[in-house]
């Protein structure tokens, strides 16, 4: 049965992992930070995403199966991270640069992945106890909340690389995104699915590569601005 106290401990096992990896991507931004109220804009609004994401996914089950759901299940999660952010805080004035994008993006995915990691930990710590959890908790955290952080990442990766361009080459750009957000999430899911505990590890390894090259990605990101500003001098 669950209680106060477990739904307690199942939201903290979700959301301080999430603010830690949080704190830890916006310190990649330090020296021009985002308003912190959009930032928890960002977040609240992944965690909104939720109540809409899973019906749906639980719908698609009812008529798909095999890889066509694993697909339509990623892309329903991509999807949706990407409208939220677009709609909440995408499109204000406070993105004036084009790292602004990815910190959004990857704001919205921690929030998703805070509510996501809280409602998978409410039945190990039910029926399997606090330890449990505890394991449960920490699998997600060095692998599935870095895979929501990844994909939704690679969506704001594009729009960055789009922030001085047309708006037509904007919308193919950021299309771009996230079909590969799509791809990257799928192949994770299908190979999780598919796994025994060895390969688990080597897909976790691939996520960790990801992050490393996002990490990468990320500075060259930080110069965009003064690419930027000088087409636009010369415009």
Same mark, same amino acid.
């Given at each position: 049965?669950?209680?106060?106290?477990?739904?307690? +401990? /199942? =939201? $903290?096992?979700?959301? @301080?992992?999430? #603010?830690?990896?949080?704190?830890?991507?916006? %310190?990649?931004?330090?020296?021009?930070?985002?308003?912190?109220?959009?930032?928890?804009?960002?977040?609240?609004?992944?965690?909104?995403?939720?109540?809409?994401?899973?019906?749906?996914?639980?719908?698609?089950?009812?008529?798909?199966?095999?890889?066509?759901?694993?697909?339509?299940?990623?892309?329903?999660?991509?999807?949706?991270?990407?409208?939220?952010?677009?709609?909440?805080?995408?499109?204000?004035?406070?993105?004036?640069?084009?790292?602004?994008?990815?910190?959004?993006?990857?704001?919205?995915?921690?929030? +998703? /992945? =805070? $509510?996501?990691?809280? @409602?998978?930990? #409410?039945?190990?710590?039910?029926?399997?106890? %606090?330890?449990?959890?505890?394991?449960?908790?920490?699998?997600?955290?060095?692998?599935?909340?870095?895979?929501?952080?990844?994909?939704?990442?690679?969506?704001?990766?594009?729009?960055?690389?789009?922030?001085?361009?047309?708006?037509?080459?904007?919308?193919?750009?950021?299309?771009?995104?996230?079909?590969?957000?799509?791809?990257?999430?799928?192949?994770?899911?299908?190979?999780?699915?598919?796994?025994?505990?060895?390969?688990?590890?080597?897909?976790?390894?691939?996520?960790?590569?990801?992050?490393?090259?996002?990490?990468?990605? $990320?500075?060259?990101?930080?110069?965009?601005?003064?690419?930027?500003?000088?087409?636009?001098?010369?415009?």
């Amino acid at each position: 049965m669950i209680n106060g106290e477990t739904i307690l +401990f /199942a =939201a $903290l096992g979700g959301m @301080l992992p999430a #603010l830690l990896w949080l704190w830890f991507w916006l %310190f990649e931004d330090k020296k021009h930070p985002e308003p912190k109220r959009l930032i928890f804009l960002a977040f609240f609004m992944g965690m909104l995403t939720i109540p809409f994401v899973v019906p749906l996914q639980k719908y698609a089950q009812t008529f798909l199966f095999g890889t066509a759901l694993i697909v339509t299940w990623a892309a329903i999660e991509e999807l949706f991270k990407y409208f939220f952010a677009y709609f909440s805080v995408l499109r204000r004035r406070e993105v004036d640069e084009p790292i602004d994008a990815v910190i959004y993006m990857i704001s919205v995915a921690l929030g +998703f /992945a =805070a $509510l996501e990691n809280a @409602l998978f930990l #409410l039945d190990p710590i039910t029926n399997g106890g %606090f330890v449990e959890g505890i394991l449960t908790g920490n699998f997600r955290f060095f692998g599935a909340t870095l895979l929501h952080t990844l994909s939704s990442a690679t969506v704001g990766v594009f729009i960055a690389l789009g922030f001085c361009k047309s708006r037509a080459t904007k919308r193919l750009l950021t299309a771009i995104g996230i079909i590969l957000a799509i791809s990257l999430h799928t192949l994770f899911n299908f190979f999780i699915i598919r796994s025994n505990g060895t390969d688990i590890l080597v897909v976790f390894g691939f996520v960790w590569v990801g992050i490393i090259a996002l990490l990468l990605m $990320l500075e060259r990101i930080k110069n965009f601005k003064n690419v930027c500003l000088e087409f636009f001098k010369r415009k």
